[in-house]
């Protein structure tokens, strides 16, 4: 099921905290419009994209084993090759839904630039989740002091100035 209403149903009873939903990628038009129109029904006052691609086997070919060992091998993927997956999805939910929505990118981000990248698809915060975990804490830092560099080498004052504004080719 691409996002059980009936689950997000019930979450919205449950009382006036705000609301926020960490998706799944997407990949097909047909369900970043469908899982958008669900959304809208409800009271969403922000969605995380994406989560890792679930189910990627990664194979060492000099062990000719997994490289890890849960579940036969089969793992999320994370990391550099999702980023163009994830902004994907930030930009296609952007064109969607309202701007009340407010949508966290995540899916490669280290650095700065990856940052603006998302911000540009429309993102108004970002999330890290691999490079925090081969960097450590301070990679928070890192990156925004890069976002900002970049931001205002190219004449930006705000980020509002660039957030969405992907330009056409
Ligand atoms: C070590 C690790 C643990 C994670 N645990 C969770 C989790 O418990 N729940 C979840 O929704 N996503 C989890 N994720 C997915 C991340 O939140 C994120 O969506 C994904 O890794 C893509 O971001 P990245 O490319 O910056 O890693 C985890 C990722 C990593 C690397």
New binding site residues.
């Given amino acids: 099921m691409l996002l059980d209403s009936q689950a997000l149903a019930a979450i919205c009873q449950l009382g006036n905290k705000p609301i926020g939903i ?1 998706l799944a990628p997407y990949f097909d038009m047909s369900h970043f419009i469908a899982v958008a129109n669900i959304i809208k029904k409800y009271p969403v006052q922000f969605i ?1 994209c ?3 691609i679930g189910n990627t086997l990664v194979i060492d070919p000099h062990t000719e084993q997994p490289i890890i060992k849960p579940r036969g091998g089969f793992g ?1 993927l ?2 550099d090759d ?2 163009p997956i ?1 902004l994907a999805n930030v930009r296609a939910f952007r064109q969607l839904l309202d701007d009340n929505v407010q949508i966290i990118g ?4 280290k650095t700065g630039i990856d940052a603006f990248e998302y911000l540009l698809a429309g993102a108004d915060a970002v ?5 925090f ?1 081969k960097q450590g804490p301070d990679c928070f830092a890192r990156i925004e002091q890069e976002l900002s560099d970049f931001m205002q080498a190219k004449g930006y004052r705000e980020l509002a100035d660039a957030k969405g504004k992907l330009k056409p080719l």
């Fill in positions: 960490k995380t994406i989560n890792s999320g994370c990391g999702i980023k994830g995540v899916g490669g981000i999330q890290i989740a691999t490079c975990e």
